[in-house]
């Protein structure tokens, strides 16, 4: 069974960054995508980064040029540098990891932007 789990989350300011970490049971390289998502209350799940194991990455719209999302193969962990935080980026943000056909996600870690 692969375990996800991500770390790092807090209570930040506007304009303060954070940096999330997913670190996934296994060989990173037997995920074909690792990614992050969020869902802030009443909203539906987004895709906010994703990242292939060739390192291609993917980015939504709203966090292009703020987000950097990042892996260190040797601990099969994946990054998310966020900067320039804004109360709307105020969600739960979930990893997943896709090997094969199966998805795998973590429990989720809270980022709340408030002054």
């Known amino acids: 069974q692969v375990q996800v789990v991500e770390s790092g989350g807090g209570l930040v300011q506007p304009g303060g960054s954070l940096r999330l970490s997913c670190a996934a049971s296994?060989?990173?390289?037997?995920?074909?995508?690792m990614g992050w998502y969020r869902q802030a209350p009443g909203k539906q799940r987004e895709l906010v980064a994703d990242i292939t194991s060739s390192g291609n990455t993917n980015y939504a719209g709203s966090v292009k040029g703020r987000f950097t999302i990042s892996r260190d193969n040797a601990k099969s962990t994946v990054y998310l540098q966020m900067n320039s935080l804004n109360p709307e980026d105020t969600a739960v943000y979930y990893c997943n990891a896709i090997k094969r056909l199966d998805v795998y996600w973590g429990q989720g870690t809270q980022v709340t932007v408030s002054s």
């Open positions: 296994g060989s990173i390289f037997s995920f074909r995508t």
